[in-house]
């Protein structure tokens, strides 16, 4: 068994070890992302249809103002074993980790900047940081897009338990756009789309501020 002391020299020279097979230097290796990652087909964020690139369905373009969302996995097994250890237990490297296996999976070129679903000062105080923030700005390094705050929160709303219904009702005019961005093309991030009511009130708000357009990637979706 090893000493703390050369424990602590390891953790200093390779401070991460794969979750499922404990190789070093990574939080979860290639091989093992690939047999256990599960992946989702492109389908419309709102109604779960099959739809190209997961672009907003015709049917459910005239409830949401949100565009498309990228949505590359299922949010269960390994997947959300990942975003609960950048969410709820100050892994950080998980976020460059995540941003790397979604980033490929955007064309950078269709838009003008990058931006994130913002927190409450609440769950900010509480994590120490933004998890959808640190996506971004992982992403953003990855693909080449300006990274922006486009968007504030006004209160903490309590979303558990709720249905789409009593989500869109609870978080109605729950965000403020930061101007500046009027007729720009955002790419909005978040790390999990449960109903899609916050990115769709997110999209409303920024669209309603002069925004051209507004697309989604998340790394899994419920």
Known sequence: MLTS???????LISPYE???CGKQDCVVCDECWTRNANTRVSSCFWCNSLSEKGKTCK????????????????????????IYELKYYSNR????????????SIDSTQ??????VPTTGRNQ?????????????EISIMSGLHFVTALARVQHVDQIGLNRNERLSAI????VAIDGFSGKRVLLVDDVITTGATLNECAKTLKQSGVKSVWSIAVAKK
Request: aromatic share 12%; charged share 25%; hydrophobic share 45%.
């Open 172 to 175: 109605r005019d729950n965000f």
């Open 5 to 11: 002391a050369i424990e602590k020299v390891v953790n």
């Open 93 to 104: 490297e998980m976020a460059r980790f995540l941003a790397s296996q979604v980033a490929e």
């Open 125 to 137: 105080r509480r994590r120490g940081y933004n998890q959808a923030k640190l996506l971004a700005k």
């Open 18 to 20: 794969c979750m499922i």
């Open 59 to 82: 049917m459910c373009a005239t409830k949401t103002s949100l565009s498309g969302a990228t949505v590359p996995y299922r949010f269960n097994g390994l997947v959300k074993e990942c």
């Open 111 to 116: 838009f003008d900047f990058i931006s994130f």
